[in-house]
């Protein structure tokens, strides 16, 4: 009820917003052309499942246009150096990763961490967008889900050999999800979006992913404490 009394205040043309608006789109559109590129690097890791990968880094390529188009009706610049630094060490963790073939941690990262990162960031953004933005944010969270699908069906059927490797890859990565939503939190506020909710809503998708590729209570609890180390 907050976040939607918070879309009848919101000026979606005065300047504050949209100078807040050209960062968090920004990092949208980033997110979107890494998940791409993430996706075409996973399609060489796993050439059995070549070409679902491939269809998952098109969509994205879809999704990076609508937000394009997202920024372009609001006249603003979206932000692109601010959010390359955004997903600077992300970034860099993934193409270690992937140099080192551990597909298990680049998996965890682009499939788990960004998918239920986006999936968290645009459930909170849609009932406070502009009517523009909200049509083409409820057609990507959508496909998002099947992104994130991929990689919880594929970890499961891989669980007990992928299960050391993922904790290991939690404990680096999810840490610096406290540290972006740090990052962004002022601008994201401008939006209308709360950090708290934001961070709650990341935890249960990612809880839930957990669940489903194989860990138990216990473990997803102690998995999700070093993101909360963070905070």
């Keep these: 009820m907050v976040q939607m009394a918070a879309s009848l205040e919101l000026n979606f043309t005065s300047e504050i917003y949209k100078d807040a608006y050209s960062r968090i789109d920004a990092i949208v559109i980033e997110g979107e052309q890494e998940a791409h590129e993430n996706y ?91 009517d523009f933005a909200k049509k083409i944010t409820e057609a990507v969270v959508k496909d998002e889900y099947m992104h994130l699908n991929f990689g919880e069906v594929w970890l499961h059927d891989n669980f007990e050999a992928s299960k050391a490797e993922l904790q290991t890859a939690n404990r680096q990565n999810l840490p610096l999800v406290w540290k972006m939503l740090n990052n962004v939190a002022k601008d994201a506020k401008v939006l209308g979006m709360e950090k708290d909710a934001l961070v709650e809503d990341f935890m249960i998708a990612y809880g839930e992913a957990l669940s489903n590729i194989g860990f138990n209570t216990g473990e997803i609890m102690r998995m999700s404490a070093y993101g909360l180390m963070g905070a």
């Design 40 to 130: 075409i690097t996973l399609s060489g890791l796993l050439p059995d499942f070549q070409d679902d990968l491939v269809k998952l880094s098109k969509m994205e390529l879809r999704h990076k246009k609508g937000f394009e188009a997202c920024a372009r009706n609001l006249a603003v610049t979206p932000d692109l150096g601010f959010a390359k630094e955004f997903f600077a060490q992300l970034h860099e963790n993934f193409q270690v990763a992937a140099a080192a073939g551990n597909i298990v941690t680049c998996l965890l990262i682009q499939s788990l961490i960004i998918e239920c990162f986006a999936i968290a960031a645009y459930n909170i953004y849609i009932p406070v967008a502009d």
